[in-house]
C-alpha cells in the first residue's frame, strides 16, 4: 500500500508539473507575434504618406511662377484717337507674338497732359518707358534728367544714322552731351502753296525768299482770276499768324533771347521784319484772317498764295470743310496738280528757315533695355508704314528708306507732283522753331511757350497791319517790356 502511495504521489507530481510547462510556453509566442505585427504596420505607413504628398507639393508650387516673368513695357502716346490707338495695338500684337515673354501696353494720353503726367509718374517713381511727344518736350526732358540719351542713341545707330533725315537728328541732338535725347518719328512741314500756273503767267519764281514774295505781292492781284497774291494770317485771337510770322523771324536771324540769354525782341532784324511781314497786306483780303480764310480764298480762285501745313493736301483735291458741315466746291479744275509748294523761305541776309513739328520717342530713364527693340520696331518696314499711313499727310516720315511707300499711302498723293512730295520729305533738313535753338534752358523755353500761348505776336502784327495803332518800331518795344516780364515771372517761381 505505501508503494501504491508512493507512485500515486509521484504520477501527481508529474502532472502539475507538465501543466505547468504547457501554459508558460505559449505566453511569449503571443506576446512575439504581437510586437512583430504592431512595428511592422507602423513602419510601412509612416514611411511611405508623407514621401508621395512632398513631390506633388513641390511640382504645384513651380507652375504659376511662369506668367511673372514676363517684361512689360508701357507705350504712351500722342496718338489718342481710337482707331489711331487700335493700330499702335496691332504693332505691339506683332511685337509680342514674335516676343511672347513682352508685353506691350499702349496707354493714350493728352499732347498737352504730357508735362503734367511725367511729373506725376516721376514723383511715383512710376516712369513709362516710352512716350511719343512733340520735340519741343524734349530739351526740358533732357534738362531734368529723365531721358535715356544712351538709349535713344543706341536705336538710332542700330536703325542706321545715315537713314535718318539730318533735320531730325540735329533737333533732337543734346548740345550738353552731344547724344541723341530722344528717336525722330514722323512731323509735319509747313510751307508756302502757291499757285504755278499763275507764276508762270506772271514770270515769277517759285516764292522761296522775301524779294519774290514781295513782287509777286505786286504782280499776282489781276493775274487770271486772282484778287490777290496772298491771304496774310493778321487775327489776334488766333496762334496761326504766330507759326508763319515766326518762319519769317528765323529767316531773318530773330530769336527771342539772345547768345548772353537776354530778351531780344527789339532788334532791328525784328523791327525789319514786322515792318515786311505786315507790309503784305497790301495784297492780301481786308480785315483779321486766319486758316479757314486763308484756305478757302486759296480754293475758291481768289488768292495765289497759301500759307498752310501738308495737313492741306487732301483739301486741295476735294474741297476743306465748312464752318457749316458741308465743303468747299474748288474753283479750279486740278487745283492740287497746279499747286507748288516751297517749304524754305530766305531772308535779306541769307538765312533760310522751314517751320513745322516734329515728333519722337522718349526713352525714358528706368526703361527695361527691351524698350530700345520695340522702339525699333515700331520703326521698322510694315510697322512704320501703318503708323505714318493714319495721317500721310501730317506724318512725314523721318527715314528716307520709307519715302517711297509713304508716298503711296494715300490716293490724293497721285494729284501732286512727284518733286513735290520730294520737297515734302526734305522738309525737315531745314526745319527751325524758336523752341529747337541749342542752349535754350528749360526757363527760356518755357517763355517762348507763353509767347505763343498769350498771343504776342498775333496782337503785335494786328496792332500794325489792321488797325495801325502801332508801327514796327513801337510793336517790337511793347513785345520787348511783354517778353521781359514774362521771363522774370518765370524766373520767379
Known amino acids: ?183 525722330p518719328y514722323d512731323g509735319w512741314i509747313q510751307a508756302i502753296w502757291y499757285r504755278k500756273d499763275m507764276f508762270e503767267l506772271a514770270g515769277l519764281p517759285a516764292p522761296t525768299s522775301w524779294d519774290v514774295l514781295d513782287e509777286a505781292c505786286d504782280k499776282l492781284p489781276g493775274t487770271g482770276n486772282l484778287l490777290y497774291a496772298l491771304t496774310l494770317p493778321t487775327d489776334p485771337g488766333q496762334n496761326y499768324p504766330h507759326q508763319v510770322f515766326e518762319q519769317f523771324a528765323i529767316s531773318n536771324n530773330v530769336w527771342p533771347f539772345d547768345e548772353n540769354g537776354n530778351v531780344s525782341m527789339n532788334t532791328p532784324e525784328m523791327v525789319e521784319t514786322l515792318r515786311f511781314y505786315t507790309s503784305l497786306q497790301r495784297c492780301a483780303p481786308p480785315g483779321p484772317q486766319y486758316w479757314r480764310g486763308a484756305r478757302e480764298a486759296y480754293e475758291l480762285d481768289q488768292a495765289g498764295m497759301l500759307f498752310y501745313s501738308t495737313y492741306i493736301m487732301d483739301d486741295l483735291v476735294e474741297g476743306s470743310g465748312t464752318e457749316g458741315g458741308g465743303k468747299i466746291q474748288i474753283a479750279v479744275p486740278d487745283l492740287a496738280k497746279k499747286t507748288g509748294f516751297a517749304p524754305k523761305l530766305e531772308g535779306p541776309s541769307g538765312a533760310s528757315a522751314t517751320y513745322g513739328q516734329l515728333v519722337t520717342l522718349g526713352i525714358m530713364q528706368g526703361a527695361d533695355p527691351v524698350a530700345q527693340d520695340v522702339v525699333k520696331f515700331f520703326l521698322t518696314g510694315e510697322n512704320y508704314k501703318d503708323i505714318l499711313a493714319l495721317a500721310p499727310f501730317g506724318k512725314v516720315p523721318v527715314l528716307k528708306s520709307a519715302v517711297a511707300e509713304w508716298k503711296d499711302l494715300s490716293p490724293f498723293f497721285k494729284e501732286y507732283d512727284p518733286e513735290t512730295l520730294d520737297q515734302i520729305a526734305n522738309g525737315y533738313d531745314t526745319m527751325q522753331r524758336w523752341l529747337f535753338k541749342p542752349g535754350y534752358d528749360a526757363t527760356q523755353r518755357a517763355v517762348i511757350g507763353d509767347i505763343e500761348g498769350r498771343l504776342l505776336i498775333p496782337q503785335a502784327i494786328a496792332n500794325i497791319a489792321l488797325d495801325g495803332s502801332m508801327t514796327p518800331e513801337t510793336a517790337a518795344e511793347w513785345l520787348q517790356q511783354q517778353v521781359e516780364q514774362l521771363y522774370q515771372d518765370r524766373k520767379n517761381q
Open 1 to 183: 500500500m505505501k508503494r501504491l502511495l508512493v507512485l500515486v504521489t509521484i504520477l501527481v507530481i508529474m502532472a502539475v508539473m507538465l501543466m505547468a510547462c504547457s501554459q508558460a510556453t505559449p505566453t511569449p509566442q503571443v506576446i512575439e507575434k504581437v510586437k512583430t505585427v504592431v512595428v511592422t504596420q507602423v513602419v510601412e505607413k509612416t514611411v511611405e504618406v508623407p514621401v508621395e504628398k512632398t513631390v506633388v507639393v513641390e511640382k504645384t508650387v513651380v507652375v504659376p511662377a511662369t506668367p511673372t516673368e514676363r517684361t512689360v513695357v508701357e507705350f504712351w502716346t500722342t496718338d489718342n484717337e481710337e482707331k489711331r490707338v487700335d493700330v499702335y495695338e496691332a504693332v505691339a500684337k506683332r511685337y509680342m507674338e514674335e516676343h511672347p515673354d513682352v508685353e506691350i501696353r499702349i496707354v493714350p494720353i493728352e499732347e498737352g497732359g504730357i508735362s503734367q503726367r511725367i511729373a506725376t509718374a516721376r514723383a511715383a517713381n512710376r516712369l513709362p518707358d516710352i512716350v511719343r511727344m512733340g520735340v519741343e518736350r524734349v530739351s526740358a526732358f533732357a534738362a531734368d534728367g529723365i531721358l535715356d540719351e544712351d538709349a535713344a542713341s543706341a536705336v538710332i545707330e542700330s536703325i542706321g544714322m545715315d537713314d535718318f533725315r539730318a533735320g531730325p537728328l540735329e533737333m533732337v541732338k543734346d548740345p550738353a552731351t552731344g547724344k541723341y535725347a530722344a528717336v
